[in-house]
């Protein structure tokens, strides 16, 4: 809830959310907001200008840019956002048995996160396509297998800060299970810690996938992809530029809107970061005092 309001006071990060909230919308319900088929092909239209049916112009084949656009949300950000899921709760939980039961148990996990992030993220990506073939599905997996370490590995020194808190062994003292402990006193804790970690990754793989796309090795024509579309309208960039400046701007906005938000949660879990944040823009020194006497003004 305190993050929920510290988003909503600041402007930037509120932005941010309606940003990133929308764009989820739209792009679960991208057959409502398309105005065509984005795979309809009209030769005709061929590199047409925009118009009122077609506000985005058409690209090399006559489709839509704007509906091109609006599927493009579905493997861009949805279901990168799957892939980010799937790694966070691989990670979590073997970074809560680990933080949690220490011992033999963490070490083995620890170990087995070393090999995994020993691999660089790309060479591990082009290795999967490698072996499994280019195609969405593929990258996806490969997001999977080389980010559950990294989440792991974080999410277990968060755990480990929790678990020998007073009121930890207190439950342990009334005989309350290990299971009962993690989801009662440590899941509502370092969950902030979590999200913050995961908004921070978020963007980070929407930028990869497109840069996969952009190369040929993600998604495949005739599906829609931010990057795929940068990467048709190469040919062109010249005298048809905003067939590359549409996506592109795409990708800026919403990869920009998910760093401002993951700063926000950053600075809402950590106060020290107020103070820091206030002195590279020149306010004056924020101490607990005057910034309760700033909320009670």
């Known amino acids: 809830m305190k993050l929920l309001i510290h988003v909503w006071k600041d402007r930037l990060a509120a932005t941010s959310l309606f940003i990133i909230a ?12 398309a105005p065509h088929d984005p795979e309809a092909v009209h030769m005709e239209l061929r590199f047409a200008s925009s118009s009122w049916e077609y506000l985005l112009g058409n690209d090399h084949l006559g ?28 990670g979590a939980i073997l970074g809560f048995i680990a933080g949690y039961f220490r ?10 996160c070393d090999v995994m992030l020993s691999f660089p993220g790309y060479v591990m990506t082009l290795a999967v396509i490698g072996i499994l073939g280019v195609g969405l599905e593929n990258i996806m997996i490969a997001f999977v297998l080389m980010k559950w370490a990294w989440f792991a590995r974080i999410i277990r020194t968060s755990v480990m800060q929790y678990a ?24 509502p804790v370092s969950f902030p810690d979590i999200a913050v970690i995961s908004s921070s990754s978020f963007g980070s793989m929407i930028l990869q996938l497109s840069g996969f796309s952009f190369l040929g090795l993600g998604i495949q024509a005739p599906n829609a992809e931010w990057g795929m579309m940068l990467n048709e ?23 920009s809107a998910i760093n401002f938000l993951s700063d926000s949660l950053q600075v809402a879990l950590d106060p020290k970061l107020i103070t820091s944040r206030n002195k590279r823009r020149g306010q004056p020194y924020a101490t607990a005092a005057n910034l309760r006497g700033k909320e009670a003004a």
């Open 22 to 33: 929308a764009t989820l919308v739209v792009g679960l319900f991208a057959p409502f907001f």
């Open 63 to 90: 489709r839509c840019m704007l509906s091109r656009l609006i599927y493009g949300i579905r493997p861009s950000v949805l279901w990168v956002l799957v892939a980010l899921v799937l790694s966070v709760g691989i």
């Open 103 to 112: 011992g033999k148990t963490d070490a083995l996990v620890m170990r087995v």
């Open 164 to 187: 020998e808190a007073d009121y930890v062994k207190f439950s342990k003292a009334l005989g309350v299970g290990n299971f009962k402990i993690m989801i009662r006193h440590i899941v």
């Open 233 to 255: 309208a190469r040919a062109v960039m010249f005298s048809r530029p905003e067939l590359m400046l549409a996506p592109g701007l795409t990708i800026i906005i919403v990869v």
